[in-house]
C-alpha cells in the first residue's frame, strides 16, 4: 500500500484485496482504476479472487507449472466473449473456474 504514496509508473500487487470487506475491496479497486487513468500506471494484479474485476481487468496472464501460459487483452479470449455472451454474471471467474477443473481432470 505505501506503493500508493506516489505516483508510479508500475505497480506490483499481490493479493491486495484478500482481507477487505466487500466495500473496502470495491473501493480500493476503483481507487487503483483512477490511479491508473489519472498517472497513466500500470498495475499487475496477482490474485485468486476474480469475483468483480471483469470490468477492471483489461489484461490476463495465466501462470501454468512456473511458465506464463497466456497474456493477452481481455477482449482477445474467445472463451470469455463466449462466456459473456451467454449472459454470465461472473465471466472473468467462470473462465478461470473451467480452466481449473480442466487442468484438475474434472
Same mark, same amino acid.
Given at each position: 500500500?505505501?506503493? #500508493?504514496?506516489?505516483? $508510479?509508473?508500475? #505497480?506490483?500487487?499481490?493479493? +491486495?484485496?484478500? *482481507? #477487505?470487506? %466487500?466495500?473496502?475491496?470495491?473501493?480500493? #479497486?476503483e481507487f487503483l482504476r483512477q490511479e491508473s487513468e489519472q498517472h497513466?500506471? $500500470? +498495475? @499487475?494484479?496477482?490474485?485468486? +479472487?476474480?469475483?468483480?474485476?471483469?470490468q477492471w481487468a483489461t489484461e490476463l496472464a495465466s501462470v501454468? *507449472?512456473?511458465? %506464463?501460459? !497466456?497474456?493477452?487483452? !481481455?477482449?482477445? %479470449?474467445?472463451? @470469455?466473449?463466449? %462466456?459473456? /455472451?451467454?449472459?454470465?454474471? /461472473?465471466?472473468?471467474? $467462470?473462465?478461470?473456474?473451467?480452466? !481449473?477443473?480442466?487442468?484438475?481432470?474434472?
Amino acid at each position: 500500500m505505501l506503493g #500508493l504514496l506516489r505516483p $508510479s509508473e508500475l #505497480l506490483l500487487l499481490y493479493e +491486495i484485496t484478500t *482481507d #477487505l470487506d %466487500i466495500l473496502a475491496r470495491q473501493d480500493l #479497486l476503483e481507487f487503483l482504476r483512477q490511479e491508473s487513468e489519472q498517472h497513466n500506471t $500500470s +498495475i @499487475l494484479y496477482a490474485t485468486h +479472487i476474480f469475483d468483480r474485476l471483469d470490468q477492471w481487468a483489461t489484461e490476463l496472464a495465466s501462470v501454468r *507449472d512456473g511458465r %506464463i501460459s !497466456l497474456h493477452c487483452p !481481455l477482449s482477445e %479470449i474467445q472463451d @470469455l466473449q463466449e %462466456i459473456t /455472451a451467454r449472459g454470465d454474471t /461472473a465471466p472473468l471467474f $467462470s473462465l478461470v473456474e473451467g480452466w !481449473l477443473k480442466r487442468d484438475a481432470g474434472r
